[in-house]
């Protein structure tokens, strides 16, 4: 059977409502009573990948993809994407202006992150083109909704 | 959990009273509850306690459980175990004039809680200083002094358990010591002693389920400020007129002993004030609440150590039951700390040995709060989850709540779970008959 599939707009620069997407996914997996632990990485991914949308892409959207064996969070944005992935994956390394560090962010702990909190994550990214950051969690016994 | 009962275990709704306006359904963070056939209520869920709804009704109809004062009347030692809010409600009066009114009520004790609000402090000191070592609770730590915030997390924040202080409540260390020292006082003459808890919100005292097993044998009751005010009002305003001295006696320290210190945990930010932390935050009201719970689970404030919420605005004084203005009830708390200044009089090495013994631990299980209010509701599969997308597109998502659910979302998932036609939406009705059909 296909999954449910939904998906949520991130807009560019709009802190006043960073991480509304995430913790819409949140409510959505919480109602299906997956396991708190579970949704609790999936927040800290999501969480992670929306404000990296907003800081640094253009529009974007935050999209979770749930099948009975795994769920994908999806973060897609069209901005300045990465030049050099591997290095963006390394913990502290940030591109952030000083803008966004006197405001707390850009501790270039974002992918380090998602990538620690995810079962499997695929970034796919070309200079200009925008960024797509895929994480798949793998559906474990207990994780599954009572 | 579908029931038709018309109560909570905190709230009680009048539906004679009751207009089905619908302000109810909107505020409640749990979603509990429903509005059938135009005014009759049934709850679905688990209510916190929040009060919100009480706050929300413009009819009146929504009431605490709490108890009447007539329990007052019944043959027993009646302990009165005193919230500081109490205070706050009688701006320039001090707290032994209140505490005498109390007792002219009919209250043989009237437990003052300052000491216990100490206790708790600087268990909560150690507890935290020891963390930076041991890191067996996450940060940020979370307040366990308001109840309503404690099952916010156990029902919508589950992940968040670990996050919860491990220490009594001072409520309960308050509760302990009445059933440690003052029952067995009354023991040898064979009295009965009941409890009274004297509450600015409807949250009682409902935890049994997060503290060690207490002896069932002692009644302990609620009562909420607005049903005490006017009586205690009188005899404190009497007290105030007599030219006598009051003339008091205590058996034991804690019955009278108001201190600045205490005064301030009716304010937001009370608990943290004078606590030697860090880094901490101080967070109130529901939706603030809610909002920062959301970003504690997404990773944030992990350099924070400690975070005391209260879901009432401006703290404790904010309480639906209270009787005065919040502001009005803030300025006196001021007040008082002015007179009383701050500063703590337990001797922290004493403290210190109790917090060895373990005479703070608490226990969190989760798991033990969700069977005792009903059991989590059943989780939405992905098929149904799939049927409620394909639902909201058919209707207007204005969130009108004329179907007697609080939104459109929770209206799907009561039709996918079976528990509503969908045809109790206004909008589909119209649409239906635009084209000479039901859908």
Redesign the interface.
């Known amino acids: 059977m296909a999954g449910l599939v939904k998906s949520f707009n991130i807009k560019a620069r709009d802190f006043n409502h960073a991480g509304e997407a995430s913790i819409s996914v949140q409510s959505l997996l919480k109602s299906m009573n997956y396991n708190p632990k579970l949704i609790r990485r999936i927040a800290i991914c999501g969480y992670e990948g929306e404000m990296n949308a907003v800081m640094h892409g253009g529009d974007g959207f935050l999209r979770i993809e749930i099948d009975s064996d795994k769920l994908v969070l999806e973060v897609s944005d069209s901005g300045q994407g990465i030049e050099d992935i591997e290095l963006a994956m390394q913990a502290g390394y940030s591109t952030a202006n000083d803008d966004y560090r006197e405001m707390g962010f850009g501790a270039g702990m974002g992918l380090p992150n998602m990538k620690k909190n995810a079962d499997q994550i695929i970034v796919e990214s070309e200079k200009g083109q925008g960024t797509q950051v895929r994480m798949i969690f793998f559906i474990k016994e207990g994780d599954m909704p009572a | 959990m579908n029931g038709k009962q018309h109560s909570t275990r905190f709230v009680g709704f009048n539906e004679d009273l009751c207009t089905g306006c619908a302000s109810c359904l909107r505020v409640c963070p749990t979603k509990v509850i429903r509005i059938k056939h135009k005014k009759s209520i049934r709850i679905v869920n688990q209510c916190i306690g929040c009060g919100e709804c009480i706050r929300a009704c413009p009819a009146g109809a929504v009431r605490a459980a709490t108890s009447d004062l007539q329990v007052l009347e019944k043959d027993h030692v009646a302990v009165a175990l005193v919230s500081p809010v109490l205070y706050a409600q009688f701006p320039g009066i001090m707290p032994k004039d209140i505490l005498l009114g109390l007792r002219q009520m009919g209250f043989q004790h009237t437990i003052d809680m300052s000491y216990f609000l100490e206790m708790f402090q600087f268990a909560t000191e150690e507890f935290i200083k020891r963390n930076r070592e041991t890191r067996h609770a996450p940060w940020p730590l979370i307040s366990p002094v308001c109840p309503v915030v404690v099952r916010l997390i156990a029902f919508?924040f589950?992940?968040l358990?670990p996050h919860v202080l491990p220490v009594l409540r001072p409520v309960a260390l308050m509760a302990r010591e009445v059933k440690r020292r003052i029952i067995p006082f009354y023991m040898e003459t064979g009295e009965e002693v009941a409890l009274y808890y004297i509450n600015p919100c409807p949250t009682k005292m409902d935890w049994s389920n997060l503290e060690p097993d207490n002896q069932p044998t002692t009644p302990e009751i609620a009562l909420g400020i607005n049903d005490i005010y006017p009586t205690l009002a009188g005899h404190v305003r009497r007290i105030r007129e007599s030219d006598a001295i009051p003339f008091y006696q205590t058996r034991f320290e804690y019955e009278t002993c108001a201190t600045g210190n205490a005064s301030m945990w009716a304010m937001s930010g009370g608990e943290i004030a004078d606590m030697d932390i860090e880094k901490s935050l101080a967070v109130s009201g529901l939706e603030e609440t809610i909002s920062y719970l959301?970003?504690i689970?997404?990773?944030?404030f992990q350099d924070i150590e400690y975070i005391e919420f209260r879901t009432c605005r401006e703290g404790c004084l904010g309480g639906v039951l209270n009787v005065i203005d919040k502001y009005l009830a803030k300025s006196s708390v001021q007040k008082m700390i002015k007179m009383f200044g701050l500063g703590r009089r337990l001797p922290r090495e004493k403290i210190l040995r109790l917090y060895e013994k373990g005479d703070f631990q608490t226990e969190k299980r989760p798991s033990r709060l969700l069977t005792l209010f009903g059991g989590?509701q059943?989780?939405?599969?992905?098929?149904s989850?799939?049927k409620i997308?394909k639902l909201l597109k058919v209707l207007l998502g204005r969130d009108c709540a004329a179907c007697g659910a609080p939104d459109c979302r929770t209206f799907a998932?009561d039709v996918v779970r079976g528990n509503a036609s969908i045809n109790e939406c206004l909008w589909v009705r119209a649409q239906g008959k635009k084209k000479g059909k039901t859908l």
Do not use: A, T
């Open positions: 919508q589950p992940s358990m959301h970003k689970e997404m990773g944030l989590p059943e989780g939405i599969s992905i098929e989850m799939q997308e998932e």
